[in-house]
C-alpha cells in the first residue's frame, strides 16, 4: 500500500505566529511536519494517518542556536547537520554531536531536526540518550504562552508525550557545565552507520573524594521510549566504585529496563548489551579515577 496525497492537506504559513494560531484554531486537528525524514516514510507506505499537515520548514524562529554562558538553546526546527557543524555544541556537548552523527545518511541529517526526532517519539531516537544525559528541558509554545518540562518527564507512552493539542515544541535547553565530567555514548546496532539501535547509552559522572558525586544515564530501545535509568543511577549515586557498587548497578539495570522482542533484536540481548555498556561505562570511570 502506497500514500495517497490526494487524501492530505499541507500549508505553509511561514511564520511561527500564524503556525500557533493555526493550532489554535484547530487542536489537534494538525500535524506539523519539519524535516519530515520520518512523515515521508510513513506517507510512502501508506501509514500517515495524519490528514492535514503544517509546515515549519523555513521558519527562523525555530531554527537557531543561541549560546549563553550557562545554556545552549536549540530550536526545534535546528537540523543534525546544524548540530554537527557547530563547534561550540563539539566543545561543550560532544554527546550531543556524536548523536548527530548517527542520523541517517548525510543528506537525512540536513533535513531531519532534533525537534522532529523527539516528538516521533521512537523509543530507539538516537538524540535521546545525550539529551538524558545533559539534563535537558523542552520549551513548548502556543498562543497562551511558553512552558518547559524537563526531558525525562517528556515521553509518557509509546509515540506519546506531554505536548498540549495547541502546542509547538520550541527549542531544548541544555546546561552548560559538563567540562570536568567524564561523558560516554555508544550505540550498538546491526551495521556502523544508518542502523536503528538495538541499544544505545549515554551517561555523565562526575566523581569526588573517590565517590560518584552526580550521574545521569540515558538509555534507547530499553522501554516504550527513551528513558532515564533513575533506579540505576541511585544505585551508584555517592557511592565508590567497587566491584561490589559495579556488580550491584548492574542488577539495578537489569531490573529497571523492559525491552522487547521485535525484528532487530531479542529483550535478552538488549537486556544483555546494555548492562555490558554499563559496566563499560563504570569502568572506564575508575580508570579515570585511579589517574594520579
Known amino acids: 500500500m502506497r500514500g495517497n496525497a490526494a487524501i492530505h492537506d499541507l500549508v505553509a504559513p511561514g511564520t511561527l505566529g500564524a503556525v500557533l494560531d493555526l493550532l489554535a484554531a484547530e487542536p489537534g486537528a494538525w500535524t506539523p511536519i519539519a524535516g519530515g525524514t520520518e512523515v515521508m516514510v510513513a506517507f510512502a507506505a501508506g501509514r500517515l494517518t495524519a490528514p492535514k499537515l503544517v509546515s ?10 543561541e549560546v549563553a554562558p550557562q545554556s545552549v538553546v536549540i530550536g526545534a526546527a535546528t537540523t ?8 561550540l555544541i563539539a566543545a561543550d556537548l560532544p554527546l550531543l554531536a556524536k548523536a548527530a552523527g548517527w542520523i541517517g545518511s548525510i543528506a537525512n541529517q540536513g533535513r531531519a531536526t532534533l525537534g522532529g526526532n523527539l516528538v516521533n517519539g521512537s523509543p530507539a531516537a538516537d538524540s535521546s540518550p545525550a539529551l538524558l544525559a545533559y539534563d535537558a528541558e523542552i520549551e513548548f509554545i502556543s498562543v497562551r504562552g ?21 502546542e509547538l515544541l520550541y527549542a531544548i535547553h541544555l546546561p552548560r557545565r559538563f567540562a570536568r565530567h567524564n561523558q560516554y555514548l555508544r550505540k550498538v546496532g546491526t551495521r ?13 559522572a562526575l ?9 545521569r544515564l540515558g ?13 540505576t543511577e541511585a544505585a551508584l549515586l555517592g557511592r565508590s566504585l567497587t566491584d561490589d557498587t559495579i556488580q ?13 522482542d521485535d525484528i532487530r533484536s531479542t529483550a535478552d540481548y538488549r537486556r544483555r548489551v546494555a548492562a555490558n555498556l554499563l559496566d563499560e561505562f563504570l569502568l572506564q570511570l575508575r580508570r579515570v579515577e585511579a589517574v594520579p
Open 219 to 231: 538509555a534507547a530501545s530499553l522501554a516504550p521510549y527513551p528513558m532515564r535509568l533513575m533506579q
Open 80 to 87: 543534525f547537520l546544524d548540530l554537527r557543524r557547530h563547534a
Open 248 to 260: 550491584s548497578a548492574r542488577r539495578a539495570l537489569l531490573a529497571e529496563v523492559k525491552p522487547i
Open 146 to 166: 511558553r512552558r518547559r518540562v524537563p526531558y525525562s518527564e517528556f515521553h509518557t507512552a509509546y509515540k506519546r508525550n506531554c505536548l498540549a493539542p495547541d
Open 207 to 215: 566523581l569526588e573524594n573517590g565517590r560518584i558525586r552526580e550521574i
Open 56 to 65: 515549519l520548514w523555513g521558519i527562523p524562529d525555530l531554527r537557531a542556536i
Open 192 to 204: 556502523r552507520a544508518m542502523a536503528i539501535a538495538k541499544v544505545a547509552l549515554g551517561a555523565i
